[in-house]
């Protein structure tokens, strides 16, 4: 059983890695709501309380926006006619799960008035929640379903009174705007846009709703553009795409344009015309201007060329989805970090290719010159045998040529697995060393044991690009938070001291094989090996160390 000297050094310690968390903007996995509540308050600070973390409320929210969302589009389909009339009941009941959905938030909200900070302090509170103006929306986005029930509505006039469903997600949008505009009081209009569409400290709840509204209209947009190729779908929708892709190029416009407008307050990119120039020659910011580039050489050369091969090149906006994710980074990284050993496995791959596809004219051009007509089409067959994929369109008749082939399959299963494993490996091996230098990073913050906004931005940026969970935050932390304390214990002892115990020997040991790890990341290579191979430089040996050491 543990001592209470040690359970309350252990409760201290998860207290303390839980106010970092709460810093960074990571908290606990579960919300504390006691469960003695009574009933109302309990429902409330489940449900729609904003100011208690991890509970149900932004669940709720995301939810009823999706429904939100999915009414937009069902609204869209229910004035094409080929679409409705054959699936009228499913739109009805879609309807009706709708308002059933709305309906009981409306209540919801309405019984649980009593406990919202903004209506409980009120003489009537009941009353002040039915005059405010989510609550309005709220009624109105249900309404048009009741009314007709009593009331001979038009249908045209019932589906514009089911648009107002649309203002529901103000009820997301407006406390976004209200955080986005106290977080950025007092800074330039360029400066707010810019906090807008980068990724930084002041960008709050507002840039993650800007962010996914992108990612949205990329995917819908995306979806359009292959359906589009459907003549069934195309030719029922074909107003409806065009009018999908106008608004999704005005959005995509819209964003390039604020990115490289407020480029310039980005560290690197300060200059006017060089930082946007800078900017423009981004590989994100290329795709960007891809995205958007066939719509106007359509609209605008049309009368010149016929530039309708430049629709296919819309499905570049899926690679719009890059800029969210730190995989790509990750992967471009391993590439020229592994290059030799894959530019030299490729190698060996093309002179395979060549030599198999060369012989392969030479067995069966004779008895098959209409399949095996030179060595550029013998390629062809080498590729597919090679990758074993063996469509069976072109294959040898000879005896030669099939044990050629069998020889060619064996050989290709372990040639073209090279790359694989090589980038398999290293890109385990990179996310690694990424997460190695994240903990480092904290190692560092936690010097003077808080961590400030620009530190806690930095680790929020990384744990989205790495992917990490909470948990796996919160075993950095405590990583680097035991590795701290270790040293600031064993900092000041001299080498001997430090030696005369194993368990401060490992931790000394571990500490400078990370110190070599960074300083192999930091550091240049080339110049690196250059100096270590000089007569003022390493031994051999201690070269191999260092190689050892940073590839281990």
């Not at 003695?36 to 904003?50: E, T």
């Not at 697995?417 to 190692?443: C, G, H, M, V, W």
Request: glycine share 4%; hydrophobic share 50%; net charge neutral.
């Amino acid at each position: 059983m543990d001592s209470p000297k040690k359970v309350s050094i252990q409760k201290n310690e998860y207290d303390s890695t839980t106010k970092i968390l709460v810093q960074i903007g990571i908290q606990q996995t579960r919300a504390n709501i006691d469960q003695n509540l009574p009933l109302r308050k309990w429902l409330y600070s489940w449900l729609l309380d904003p100011k208690i973390d991890n509970n149900f409320q932004k669940n709720v929210d995301s939810w009823i926006s999706t429904l939100i969302i999915l009414n937009l589009f069902v609204l869209v389909f229910e004035h094409v006619p080929a679409i409705f009339e054959p699936h009228k009941h499913l739109f009805h009941f879609f309807d009706m799960f709708s308002v059933v959905v709305f309906t009981i938030e409306y209540f919801t909200r309405l019984c649980l008035a009593v406990e919202d900070e903004e209506f409980k302090n009120s003489k009537y509170p009941y009353l002040k929640y039915i005059t405010s103006p989510f609550a309005i929306i709220d009624l109105l986005s249900v309404m048009p379903f009741y009314l007709q029930a009593f009331i001979s509505i038009d249908l045209r006039m019932l589906r514009f009174l089911r648009l107002l469903r649309i203002l529901k997600l103000f009820r997301v949008l407006i406390p976004a705007y209200q955080e986005f505009k106290l977080m950025n009081q007092g800074r330039t209009f360029r400066q707010k846009i810019h906090a807008l569409v980068f990724q930084s400290m002041y960008g709050g709840s507002l840039q993650s709703l800007f962010d996914t509204f992108i990612v949205v209209w990329v995917v819908v947009s995306v979806i359009a553009v292959v359906l589009e190729s459907v003549f069934a779908i195309s030719y029922i929708l074909n107003i409806q795409f065009i009018m999908l892709d106008t608004v999704a190029v005005g959005v995509f416009t819209l964003e390039y344009c604020m990115r490289i407008y407020s480029c310039v307050e980005e560290p690197g990119f300060e200059k006017a015309i060089l930082g946007r120039f800078k900017q423009a020659k981004k590989g994100a910011c290329i795709i960007d201007l891809l995205a958007i580039l066939p719509f106007f050489l359509e609209a605008f050369l049309h009368h010149l060329l016929d530039l309708r091969f430049f629709r296919v090149f819309r499905l570049l906006r899926l690679l719009k989805l890059t800029r969210y994710t730190g995989a790509t980074s990750t992967l471009t990284t391993v590439i020229a970090r592994e290059w030799p050993v894959l530019g030299a496995s490729a190698f060996i791959m093309l002179l395979l290719v060549v030599l198999t596809a060369s012989l392969g004219y030479l067995f069966e051009h004779e008895a098959q010159p209409e399949k095996f007509e030179n060595i550029p089409q013998s390629i062809y067959w080498a590729v597919i045998t090679l990758a074993s994929v063996g469509y069976g369109d072109i294959s040898p008749i000879t005896p030669m040529g099939r044990v050629m082939t069998i020889i060619l399959a064996l050989l290709g299963i372990g040639i073209f697995a090279i790359p694989a494993a090589l980038l398999s490996s290293a890109f385990t091996d990179q996310l690694r060393i990424e997460r190695e230098t994240l903990k480092n990073a904290l190692y560092d913050m936690l010097s003077d044991g808080i961590i400030d906004e620009n530190e806690a931005d930095i680790i929020n940026r990384e744990a989205k690009r790495l992917h990490l969970s909470e948990e796996e935050v919160q075993r950095l932390i405590e990583k680097a938070k035991y590795d701290r304390e270790l040293k600031d214990d064993i900092a000041g002892l001299p080498l001997h001291k430090i030696a005369a115990t194993p368990a401060h020997a490992v931790e000394h040991f571990k500490t400078l094989m990370s110190q070599i790890r960074q300083l192999g990341i930091m550091t240049d290579k080339a110049e690196f090996e250059e100096v270590a191979l000089s007569n003022a430089g390493l031994t051999p040996k201690e070269l191999g160390l260092w190689h050892f050491i940073n590839k281990a």
